[in-house]
C-alpha cells in the first residue's frame, strides 16, 4: 500500500539555522508533491508545490527538493525564526487524492 | 472571497445521535475533501469528490457518508456517533488534484460521550 513518512520526533533549532525535514513515500510515483504548515489548533495552510520534473523549488525562505529516484523529499527554512515553529506536512500526491504524511514538527529556540 | 467554511465550530454528541458537518467554498474548486484528525496525529482522509455528483472513499470512511449535490457544498454525516469519532474535522478544496494548492477550512472540534 501507499505510504508517506515523515519523522515523528520534534526538530528543535537554534534561530538562525536551517532547518531540513525529510518527507520519504512508498508504492507510487507522484507526479507533483506538495508541503503545508499547520499551527496548534489551525488547518493547515499550503506553502510549496514541486513537480517531478523540478528538482528544487524556492520560496523566500524555503527551499523543497523532490528526488523521485529516492523517492524522497527535503524541505529547508534557512535563517529560522521562532515564528516558523510549527509542523510541516507533506502530500506526495498520487491523482485525485490529497493525502498527507504525519507531519514533522519544528521548534525554533531564540 | 470567504474561502473555506465550516460550522460548527465546536460540538459535543452523545453516543448515537447524528449530525451533519457542513463544508462550503466559494472559489468554484472541483475537488473538496474531508479529513479528520486526532490529537498529536496526522490527517486522514475520510471522503472526497472530484466535482458534484461524484465522491470516493478515502483511507477511513466507516462511520461516515458525504454527498455533493453542487460545486460549493460537501456536507460529511455521521449517522451513529461514537467515541472513537472523537476529532478535529477539516474540510479542504482544490481547483483540480494535485496540481493546484488545497485549501483548507478552520476545522470542526467534534467530542463524542
Known amino acids: 500500500s501507499q505510504k508517506i513518512e515523515q519523522n515523528s520526533e520534534a526538530l528543535n533549532i537554534q534561530e538562525g539555522k536551517t532547518a531540513t525535514l525529510t518527507c520519504n513515500y512508498t508504492n507510487y510515483s507522484p507526479a507533483y508533491l506538495q508541503w503545508y504548515r499547520q499551527d496548534p489548533g489551525r488547518g493547515p495552510v499550503f506553502l510549496l508545490l514541486i513537480r517531478e520534473n523540478e528538482k528544487e523549488k524556492r520560496k523566500e525562505r524555503l527551499k523543497v527538493t523532490f528526488d523521485t529516484t529516492l523517492k524522497q523529499s527535503l524541505f529547508h527554512i534557512t535563517a529560522s525564526q521562532p515564528a516558523d515553529s510549527a509542523t510541516y506536512l507533506c502530500a506526495p500526491l498520487p491523482a485525485n487524492r490529497l493525502a498527507f504524511g504525519k507531519g514533522n514538527q519544528v521548534v525554533v529556540i531564540p | 472571497n470567504a474561502g473555506v467554511t465550516q460550522t460548527p465550530k465546536f460540538r459535543i454528541l452523545k453516543i448515537g445521535q447524528s449530525m451533519t458537518l457542513q463544508c462550503t467554498q466559494d472559489m468554484n474548486h472541483n475537488y473538496m475533501y474531508w479529513y479528520r484528525q486526532d490529537p498529536g496525529m496526522g490527517l486522514k482522509l475520510i471522503y472526497y469528490s472530484v466535482g458534484a455528483g461524484i465522491t470516493d472513499k478515502g483511507e477511513v470512511p466507516n462511520g461516515y457518508n458525504v454527498s455533493r449535490s453542487t460545486t460549493e457544498d460537501f456536507p460529511l454525516r455521521l449517522e451513529l456517533a461514537a467515541p472513537s469519532q472523537t476529532s478535529v474535522y477539516f474540510c479542504?478544496?482544490?481547483?483540480?488534484?494535485?496540481?493546484?494548492?488545497?485549501?483548507f477550512g478552520p476545522g470542526t472540534r467534534l467530542t463524542v460521550l
Open positions: 479542504a478544496s482544490s481547483y483540480t488534484d494535485g496540481r493546484t494548492q488545497g485549501f
